[in-house]
């Protein structure tokens, strides 16, 4: 069964840094593509960034480009949402998600599990 437990979330001044952990188990994640996710109060949950596990490759929305960057750490079977230059646009909950499939996609409904989410605020 697999699990993806988010860590990292948290309060900071625009401007500021965080990073985010997703801690994945339950499978070999080699042949899985991972993504980030966000959902603000009243709004859809939007895509973020994704990386193919296998590859490293990667992919971001247009209002992320430049300031996060993805990464994963085979070793530790966890990836990373680093986020720099936050804005208080950038408020939400984000999720880390696991899609059965080397591809990295930007779509919500391609993934297959989900994380339970982490809080982050960003102040004005």
């Known amino acids: 069964q697999v699990q993806l437990v988010e860590s990292g979330g948290g309060l900071v001044q625009a401007g500021g840094s965080l990073r985010l952990s997703c801690a994945a188990s339950?499978?070999?994640?080699?042949?899985?593509?991972m993504g980030w996710f966000r959902q603000a109060p009243g709004k859809e949950r939007e895509f973020v960034a994704t990386?193919?596990?296998?590859?490293?490759?990667?992919y971001y929305a247009d209002s992320v480009k430049g300031r996060f960057t993805i990464s994963r750490d085979n070793a530790k079977n966890t990836v990373y949402l680093q986020m720099n230059s936050l804005k208080p646009e950038d408020t939400a909950v984000y999720y880390c998600?696991?899609?059965?499939?080397?591809?990295?996609?930007?779509?919500?409904?391609?993934?297959?599990?989900w994380g339970q989410g982490t809080q982050v605020t960003v102040s004005s």
């Open positions: 339950g499978r070999t994640f080699s042949s899985y593509a």
């Open positions: 990386i193919r596990w296998s590859t490293g490759n990667t």
């Open positions: 998600a696991a899609r059965m499939n080397s591809f990295y996609s930007p779509h919500i409904g391609g993934y297959d599990y």
